[in-house]
DNA sequence: AAAAGTCATTTGTACTACAAATGATCCGTC
DNA sequence: GACGGATCATTTGTAGTACAAATGACTTTT
């Protein structure tokens, strides 16, 4: 959802739409949602599409139907927060600032634990792909070329831990974060500054040093962390 | 779902029958569900209810539908596997020790880093909430009372952090374990063994030390995280 | 044999009709 | 007049039908 596209399923456009709406506070928690005959007919689709995308919207956490009350915003803290979609419509939504440092701090709290369960459980093969990614990185001749490997390391690493969970987790987390700033993303002219950090981290890795690999990875987040928090700035200065 | 009673909803029982069929390895990866029809006739339900549950799973990122080719169960990279209703089937479905290990990871890492994080943003009323739970659980007469507060303890800590997704991260986490064993449950005369241990964590979150915080928690988690181990291999024996 | 067009199958959307639940209302009783 | 219960009205829940849209499979043409 919300990724581009003119939307070919007319319910998730509906679900995106009322998603969004909610989301962003047009409909309050607490609020009732309009009949669905008269939500269908303003958001011109037949009541069936537009239900099918109500019962999505209650599997995400959003909304609770009843029989003759109809529908009503569930309060915040029901909603599906990890999410995907509920996480896109809030980076959409007017991203406060605290918002962004709540991502920003999942993030410092899951890499750095992911790196360190990666050199307990890494497999050979699992180190492999990580060591080709950070090849792929000191070989890149480009930003994009640096950010594809980039990306890939980071991916290897959570793939590593042998944890589902976790890489669910940094993938949702990651997704939301690229909305605001590239991953790790820098100026051109020294795109290759956090490459001596990369280095420790897939060598802690190798050695199954997890305080290390630990460590090494909470550098490297924290220093690109606070380079976000610049570009966050300037953005929401600009907006 | 997947929650007790004869389920009101014609449609979220077929959710939750397909959820836990697809989860529960029955419709494997890649696999191509019946027509909606043919489904439909099978679940003794309506094309419309059963399509109605379609479109949550695959909210869920469960299942993918296109026209003409029907619906394929996605591979499990793509399930939302921070989703209630998806973990509670894995939890449903004969659960591996290896699935329940993921999910006590993933306490040791939430939880240490969420009182790491109450340290530093908590707030006083917010302190005064965790201070009470501690009191709460210094009074309880009895193993149900201490659950209770226990309970009540974490979450107050989570919401301390005033980070939504941490805390809806450890709710989903906690609700799963809770399948297996009480949070942090203990034989009945020694229940408050790790009362010390949640002193040592509100302190350092009323002193403002993260550090301190995040290591206290981290002994109390591990500490009980030993526990559930052996309490997870009586029971995978006894199964 | 390759390309283009046709067909058949399956999901997508719309609409209608009625069942079920339940808040609101009305009525009767005390 | 107040309370309790039956009735009503409204809104969602489920079923079923009909057709549109997409697309894999097949057939025809060159």
């Not at 993030?107 to 492999?128: G, H, K, T, W, Y």
């Not at 930003?143 to 991916?155: I, M, P, S, Y």
């Not at 802690?204 to 997890?210: D, G, K, S, V, Y």
Request: charged share 25%; proline share 3%; with cysteine.
């Amino acid at each position: 959802m919300s990724k581009g596209q003119p939307v070919r399923n007319l319910h998730k456009h509906v679900v995106d739409e009322l998603g969004q709406r909610i989301v962003g506070g047009l409909f309050a928690p607490g609020a009732s949602l309009p009949r669905e005959e008269a939500l269908a007919e303003s958001m011109v689709v037949s009541r069936t599409a537009l239900r099918e995308a109500m019962k999505v919207l209650g599997a995400k956490g959003l909304i609770e139907t009843r029989q003759k009350t109809g529908s009503r915003v569930r309060d915040k803290q029901h909603w599906n927060q990890l999410d995907a979609d509920v996480l896109n419509w809030r980076c959409a939504a007017m991203p406060t600032d605290d918002f962004i440092a709540q991502l920003v701090e999942m993030r410092e709290i899951v890499e750095p634990a992911a790196a360190a369960s990666a050199a307990r459980n890494r497999d050979r093969s699992q180190l492999a792909r990580i060591n080709a990614a950070y090849k792929a990185m000191a070989a890149a001749a480009d930003l994009d070329a640096w950010v594809a490997a980039d990306f890939e390391f980071h991916e290897a690493v959570l793939t590593a831990t042998n944890n589902e969970l976790l890489q669910s987790l940094f993938h949702v987390i990651a997704t939301a974060l690229q909305t605001f700033f590239q991953l790790s993303a820098r100026k051109a002219k020294d795109f290759k500054y956090s490459l001596p950090l990369h280095f420790e981290v897939s060598d802690a890795i190798r050695l199954r040093r997890p305080d290390a690999a630990r460590e090494a990875m909470r550098h490297m987040v924290t220093d690109s962390g606070s380079l976000m928090q610049a570009r966050k700035t300037r953005r929401v200065t600009a907006a």
